[in-house]
């Protein structure tokens, strides 16, 4: 199918609405829970190659939002659904379609953790991690610098804090000399020691033996 391009805010998908998939040619976007008062929960981030609204069986609707938060070009992912549904030789592809699904919901589980039991540096660090990895998987970082259009609030949004406090722990982290920011790009300056703080590992990543009980 043709891609489309779509500009920043613009919601690719509502929640409630018919479900679609769709692959994300370029740009960043980000799947959000809404609350009634205009709040919302940054769920997770999409990047160039991601797959979003992608089920493995019939979704009636969307269950979040996916906005995009730069301008992109996404396609339509229906011809893959329908072949990987009717067609059980799609051995390889299949395994592709399972893998970015893992990948996903690594991510997912590291925003729980991230929210639920790190501290505000510890977040930031962690998501400017992952982040860096994610861009440099698919060629789009430069050593440790990245592209970085994410506003204040978006991070807010991200990290579950306020835009105030969002900006006390980035400039924490400029005063720690970890990390360098300029407009449209971030630079991190000790990423083994940023992942020391946050006990990042990427996500394809071995994790480590759980810790017994104390």
Sequence with gaps: MTPETWPAG??????????RALILLDGWAARAWHLPD????????????????????????????VTA???????????????????????????????????????????VVRLGRRTAYERMCHLLLELHARLAAIGRAQDMTFAMPLTQETLADATGLSIVHV??????LRRDGL???????????????MAAIADYRAPSGPRPASRPAT
């Design 10 to 19: 613009s919601d690719l998908m509502r929640e409630g609405h018919r479900a």
């Design 179 to 193: 990390l360098e920011l300029r407009t449209g790009e971030a630079r991190l300056l000790e990423p083994e020691l």
């Design 38 to 65: 205009g709040r919302r929960q940054i769920l997770n981030f999409y990047l160039p190659g991601d797959v979003a609204g992608f089920t493995f069986g019939a979704a009636a609707s969307e269950m979040t939002t």
């Design 69 to 111: 938060l730069t301008a992109v070009r996404v396609a339509a992912c229906t011809p893959l659904e329908q072949a990987m549904r009717l067609d059980a030789t799609l051995a390889g592809i299949k395994q592709a379609v399972e893998a970015c699904a893992r990948t996903m919901e690594h991510l997912l589980i590291d925003q």
């Design 167 to 172: 900006n006390r722990t980035l400039q924490q």
